[in-house]
């Protein structure tokens, strides 16, 4: 599976984007689809993930509200909805992907292709 990551950008905070994963190679069905984001100096972090076939969302309370995930199964592409976004949110944020739908799916070991990552900047 060869995923490509795309809509990242700078954006004001309270601003929103959007961005793209588009997934190639193979069906994404029993799948987990997953976002993590990396500021510099710290360590990658899960922000959300969804199961391709049962549609099934994983979140962490601290962006639930403001972060949603969902999919095109006809364009194979699964998308991040960033709302009200802080300075806080900046990092480059990666797409994942693993072919268990048992991971644990906040583990980024657990996910066996990434995307190249596309760079958000919020500005106060």
């Known amino acids: 599976v060869q995923l490509q990551a795309s809509g990242g950008g700078l954006v004001q905070a309270g601003g929103s984007l959007r961005l793209s994963c588009a997934a190639s190679g193979r069906s994404l069905s029993n799948y987990i689809l997953g976002w993590f984001r990396q500021a510099p100096g710290k360590e990658r972090e899960f922000v959300t993930a969804?199961?391709?076939?049962?549609?099934?969302?994983y979140f962490i309370d601290s962006m639930k509200g403001r972060f949603t995930i969902s999919r095109d199964n006809a364009k194979n592409t699964v998308y991040l909805q960033m709302n009200s976004l802080k300075p806080e949110d900046t990092a480059v944020y990666y797409c994942?992907?693993?072919?268990?739908?048992?991971?644990?799916?906040?583990?980024?070991?657990?996910?066996?292709?990434w995307g190249q990552g596309t760079q958000v900047t919020v500005s106060s």
């Open positions: 994942a992907a693993s072919g268990n739908v048992h991971i644990i799916v906040d583990n980024a070991r657990a996910y066996d292709y």
């Open positions: 969804i199961n391709w076939s049962t549609l099934s969302r």
